[in-house]
């Protein structure tokens, strides 16, 4: 496979036999590239420009920083960011799912898993245990009902009607095809609504669109209508 279409990847965590064992594990997939390593964030920081990775790798002892969450958020939006972490607990998972990152994996599984997860997210999927998923979408719609109606928002962000009508149905866990024949419009026609969203709410995935139009209190979902599905890969 030609070079320029690898998947970069930079691996970051504090010791030296992670980063080289996991250099190692990941140069044995045809379409992965190991672009660079860093022993902290500082240090990522500092060569993420020069490298121009796709995807960091980064160790749960990384995460789980205080400086971790300026991190994220500095990043710019060609990256996605990957966990790898000891900890099966899904409280672990989700903190690492508000804080903005990708995808999570766990230690204890196999590098194919690992591969998986890495091209997924590259492909602007996530990587996430599904039940985590329905927990944290549940959650969200939960403390929003919570709130007084005159804190709701449905200004959505520039949307158009039609554009809101598709936000509403993905807010459910609708499929495309589903959307396009509730709205009598075409699936191609849905896609091109789902670009304008996403440009114009600045999100890269269709989980991350849900999970920023509930934080935001853009749509009114009834909590139990909500499952997550293929429909947000």
């Not at 971790?68 to 409280?91: A, D, G, M, R």
């Not at 602007?124 to 709701?152: A, C, D, H």
């Amino acid at each position: 496979m030609d070079t320029q279409k690898k998947i970069k990847v930079m691996v970051i965590g504090d010791f030296l036999i992670f980063r080289n064992g996991l250099k190692l594990l990941l140069e044995t997939e045809k379409n992965i590239k190991v672009v660079g390593e860093a022993a902290n964030l500082s240090e990522a920081s500092d060569s993420i420009s020069k490298t121009r990775p796709d995807i960091l790798l980064v160790d749960s002892s990384e995460a789980d920083k205080s400086t971790f969450t300026s991190f994220v958020s500095s990043q710019p939006s060609y990256i996605s960011i990957i966990i790898l972490t000891n900890s099966s607990e899904i409280e672990m998972h989700r903190k690492y799912l508000m804080l903005g990152v990708n995808g999570v994996v766990t230690k204890e599984q196999t590098a194919n898993i690992l591969f998986k997860a890495i091209n997924k997210v590259h492909d602007g999927e996530v990587w996430f245990v599904r039940k985590l998923m329905n927990e944290t979408i549940r959650q969200l719609i939960t403390e929003k009902k919570s709130m007084p109606e005159e804190i709701y928002s449905y200004n959505c962000s520039g949307l158009s009607t039609r554009e809101r009508d598709v936000l509403i149905l993905i807010c459910q866990g609708m499929k495309n095809k589903i959307i396009a024949d509730k709205l009598f419009i075409s699936e191609t026609t849905v896609r091109h609504h789902l670009t304008s969203i996403f440009e114009k709410l600045n999100v890269t995935s269709r989980l991350e669109l849900v999970v920023h139009a509930f934080k935001e209190k853009l749509v009114e979902v009834p909590v139990d209508s909500f499952e997550f599905s293929s429909a947000f890969k």
